[in-house]
């Protein structure tokens, strides 16, 4: 049985899905990248090896993410993509009429429009943690409560609580004062889901048409605070995937499936990369007046791939 192998790997999460040709997940990893992308990538990959079944055999591999490039020289990927094509290809699949992707992760944000199956519109907030997951996290350990039990708090509160959410300094003191006026837990943590898609719609959905079906996908999807506070604002459902923490690795398998669809041999290089030594290095480019930060990385003693330059001096490996 043929299958697809997707690899998202960003600045928090790295994540591994196998495709099978009809588009169910087989297998789907959601890994910590903790800074060490080529270590998280092997990890993965060594787990996904072991949840084969006998008789699958990888038949196209894609990447996304942040960590595309790295991934893609490592692995031999057929495709190398961006996160909107990839989370909008995902999104496509579960709600094929879908209309509005909204996706929150542990770092980045970013909203994506679609019509009639095309990407119309985007943007994305790479700039301030206040419209994403890591606010959240950091208010819940001030609060010294689990992550995972935030959106639970949230949806026992009586008397809504504003909190202002366009900075995390400014959320952290307001909502120090709030405590201290005696409000209650639960409406504080709600009043923080809300600062958070408050945040997110002024920043990165201004400006943007948002019609429904609206689908809702990256880590933080999974607290359910932030969906109900994200239906109050927009006022219409918002839909959260089964496998919502690793749309973006979906959506590269899924491109990988397309881009092989009759072209024959898979550029994979096998599972046996997670056995192989890895290292990266970059050197500051003296060539002319930009002075472009390139870097490259090693398997073995061999340079595999280089990426950062903005001619083409460096391509030729």
């Keep these: 049985m043929k299958a697809y192998l997707g690899i998202d790997v960003g600045s928090v999460s790295t994540n591994i899905v196998i495709l099978s040709e009809a588009g169910e997940v087989l297998t789907g990893l959601y890994l910590r990248t903790r800074g060490r992308p080529i270590e998280a990538i092997q990890t993965g990959l060594k787990a996904a090896r072991e949840s084969l079944k006998p008789g699958v055999e990888i038949a196209g591999v894609g990447t996304t993410g942040s960590g595309r490039y790295l991934a893609g020289v490592m692995v031999g990927a057929d495709v190398i993509k961006n ?41 994305m907030n790479t700039v301030c943690a206040a419209g994403t997951g890591s606010f959240l996290d950091q208010q819940a350990a001030r609060l010294n409560i689990p992550i995972e039990q935030f959106g639970e708090l949230a949806l026992q509160s009586t008397n809504p609580v504003r909190i202002a959410g366009r900075c995390t300094v400014f959320a952290e003191s307001d909502m120090i004062h709030k405590q201290q006026m005696g409000h209650a837990l639960p409406d504080i943590i709600n009043g ?117 330059a903005r001619c083409p001096r460096w391509d030729v490996i």
């Design 83 to 123: 996160e909107i094509t990839a989370h909008a290809v995902a999104a496509s699949m579960l709600v094929p009429d879908v209309q509005t992707v909204l996706e929150i992760g542990g770092q980045d944000s970013k909203i994506i429009i679609l019509r009639n199956g095309v990407v119309v519109d985007f943007a």
């Design 192 to 308: 923080l889901c809300e600062a958070l898609v408050r945040n997110y719609l002024n920043n990165v959905g201004k400006g943007k048409e948002i019609l429904p079906p609206v689908v809702f996908q990256g880590g933080v999807a999974a607290n359910i605070g932030i969906k109900a506070a994200f239906e109050r604002a927009l006022g219409m459902p918002v839909l959260v995937p089964e496998h919502h923490k690793i749309m973006g690795a979906i959506g590269a398998a899924q491109l990988a499936a397309e881009k092989m669809a009759g072209t024959g041999q898979t550029g994979f290089k096998g599972f046996g990369i997670t056995e192989l030594p890895y290292h990266t290095r970059s050197f500051e480019c003296d060539g002319c007046p930009n002075a472009c930060e390139i870097a490259e990385i090693y398997e073995e003693d061999r340079v595999i791939g280089r990426w950062g």
